[in-house]
């Protein structure tokens, strides 16, 4: 049993963790696409989301996916709340126990800010996503989406390309896959890798070719326009053309390779349409794998909070 | 008053002394001093330094009580054994001018703990823009200049800062840090700042104003003091110039010499500190720069903050750790007792040095000197428990650490200002 108040990264996750997060999510999904979105795990429990950013698709991921375990649902955009008037996070977190939440699911421009969330709240906290710090719905929805494909993630080997320095979604992925045995390939331009990401386990290479070479997994990352605008590219042309995936590029990838991307893609940036609407894409079953990890994880923790009143 | 069998930390040796003290002053050293109806203080198992001195600490006072005050920070300073301190002009009206500086030391004689001496700004506001009335202020008091906190960015500002500055013999102590650079970063660029998923400051945001105040002291050939060295390429720029002649002195603190950044994946936010703790690396060449001399004298850049500006998301907590009360337990424990430096060595770098850098009395102990003295147990150990600190500021990262050397009496002008 996944004994956890919280899921704030997969740092700290152990495989085991992992394979069972993914094994219930699997079971979701089975129900989901039976037709079955009236669970009743969360029935009587109460989730407030909580995104100081914004975001369309993991929020309404999660509202769903806590609606369709019979949660009742709350949304805080933060912009519209007490927040904008000045109120701390950490009396945020307070006011939220006082109202009898259960699980607080936050998105948070800032690195470890769920960390203080979980410190002061009783509420389970869920992280949607920190800063430059982690996203590990998204890598659980990620590993899924890779091992209903291949079966299991052992010995595979994910090519991430793109902007891996601000990206959350990349290091989430990179602890979780690593933690299950697969490889990591990181290409990005040299201004847009963290330093000593090598040393968590990550494969840098020094080109694109390098990277695609025998994929299994070839993921994009979004870029956001403001990087170009900070500087730390030429031109989206020159990115594009050095670090955007197209068809052909992906022909050095293993024939039964898949194509993944977090979303929202920016179209013939970081992956040609021809690429996005590939047959090797699986960037819509990773919506769906999106609501089932978060279903999961949400039934998981709701399970070791019953258990551990 | 008479001191009786203290192990006396003198400039070359620790003996076994006794200490006349009469007037303030350090009447007689001797191996035994015949009792003459004075108080006595026996001082066996205890080491007696000369009066620590921390030439950079952050009062808050005027502006920032709620984060510390003059009186706090005074009962603070003699707590962790220090006889006198500078506090550095980031207050608010900032210490630009004479009113301020006078201000800060009235209320520092009132309190009358330890020996308070204000350190004025370099520019009005600290803005960078316009020279404070440096004559005035040292004229009030001040015993050096500094802009803590900033650089002052634009380099010909600078370098007539240091000129006029040298003209009244004050020195300018430089904050060095390329704001460009930082850029909003909040711990050091490195494998640690990866894994937290926080902005890295990289060492060359400190390195390159470091080499920039040594050019202008080389070329304007006037003494500069560089803050809080943090970088190992920052020890080896200060070391290279010292070599060359430049007139440039260096501190650091403990918290670059004991830890490294691998703290801050904890989301902590009382590690967050500026410069930032670095790495393996650096924290060597700080120890390194401080046994061969690069580094003369530890300070603890005392930044005392209120829970309120620690207790929220790390990138908007208020950089700074509150370390008057624990820096001599680090500088025993990490330094002393780990074979880094002798006690000779420690009372160099913690109040020698300090008091030839700013032209200060005291800082060794001898006959005719001032009886500024720290007297402590270095066989004793205490856990750090902020919540206990004196000091209103209890934003230490350090908790639970275990600390050698416990100081059992402050002694300033020859009067007890803590015992312990």
Sequence with gaps: MLKRKDLLGLIDLTAEEITEILDVA???????????????????????????????????????????????????????????????????????????????????????????????????VLNAGDGMNEHPTQALLDMLTMREHFGSLQGLKVAIVGDIKHSRVAKSNL?????????????????????????????????????????????????????????????????????????????????????????????????TGKVIDHEKSRIEEQVFSGIAVRMAVLKLLNDYRDFTK | MIIRNGKVVLKNSVEKKDILVEGGRIVKIADTIPANGDTELDASGLHIFPGLIDMHVHLRDPGYEYKEDIESGSKAAVKGGFTQICCMPNTDPIADNKVVVSYIKHKAQEVDLCKVHPIGAITKGEKGEQLAEIGEMKRAGAVAISDDGVTVKNTRLMRLAMEYASGFAMKC?????????????????????????????????????????????????????????????????????????????????????????????????????????????????????????????????????????????????????????????????????????????????????????????????????VADLTLANLDESFVVDPAAFVSKGKNSPFKGYELDGVVKYTIVDGSIKYQG
């Excluded at chain 2, 105040?213 to 920052?234: R, Y």
């Design chain 1, 26 to 124: 699997s079971e979701m999904k089975k129900h989901l696409k039976a037709g079955d979105k009236n669970l009743p795990y969360l029935k009587g429990k109460t989730a407030t989301i909580l995104f100081y950013e914004n975001s369309t698709r993991t929020r309404t991921s999660f509202e769903l996916a806590a609606k369709y375990l019979g949660a009742t649902v709350i949304n805080i955009a933060a912009a519209t709340s007490s927040v904008a008037k000045g109120e701390t996070l950490v009396d945020t977190g307070k006011t939220l126990d006082a109202q009898l939440n259960d699980f607080l699911i936050m998105r948070h421009p800032m690195g470890g800010a769920p960390y203080l969330l979980a410190k002061v709240a009783k509420a389970g």
């Design chain 1, 175 to 271: 602890f979780g896959l690593k933690t299950m045995g697969a490889q990591v390939y990181m290409y990005a331009p040299e201004t847009l890798i963290p330093k000593d990401i090598d040393k968590l386990g990550a494969k840098l290479c020094k080109s694109k070719e390098e990277a695609l070479e025998g994929a299994d997994v070839v993921m994009g990352l979004r870029i956001q326009l403001e990087r170009q605008q900070a500087g730390n590219f030429p031109t989206l042309n020159e990115y594009a053309a050095f670090y955007g995936v197209d068809a052909k590029s992906l022909r050095l990838a293993k024939p039964n390779a898949i194509i993944m991307h977090p979303g929202p893609v920016n179209r013939g940036v970081e992956l």
């Design chain 2, 173 to 369: 102590l430089c904050h060095c840090e390329e704001k460009e650079l930082v850029d909003g970063g909040v711990v050091n660029e490195g494998l640690s700042s990866t894994i937290a998923g926080l902005k890295g400051i990289p060492r060359a945001a400190e390195d390159i104003v470091i080499a920039r105040e040594i050019a202008l002291a080389e070329s304007l050939d006037v003494p500069v003091h560089i803050c809080h060295v943090s970088t190992h390429s920052g020890v080896r720029l200060i070391r290279d110039a010292k070599k060359a002649g430049v007139k440039v002195t260096a501190e650091t603190c403990p918290h670059y010499f004991a830890v490294t950044d691998e703290i801050v994946t904890s989301f902590d936010t009382n590690t967050k500190v500026n410069p930032p703790i670095r790495e393996e690396i650096d924290k060597q060449a700080v120890l390194e720069g401080l046994k061969d001399g690069t580094l003369d004298c530890i300070v603890t850049d005392h930044a005392p903050h209120h829970i309120n500006d620690k207790n929220v998301e790390y990138n908007l907590a208020a950089f700074g750790i509150s370390g008057i009360e624990t820096s001599f337990g680090f500088a025993i424990t990490y330094l002393y007792k780990a074979g880094v430096l002798s006690l000779p060595e420690i009372a160099e770098k913690m109040s020698a040095a300090p008091a030839r850098i700013l032209n200060l009395e005291g800082g060794e102990i001898k006959e005719g000197g």
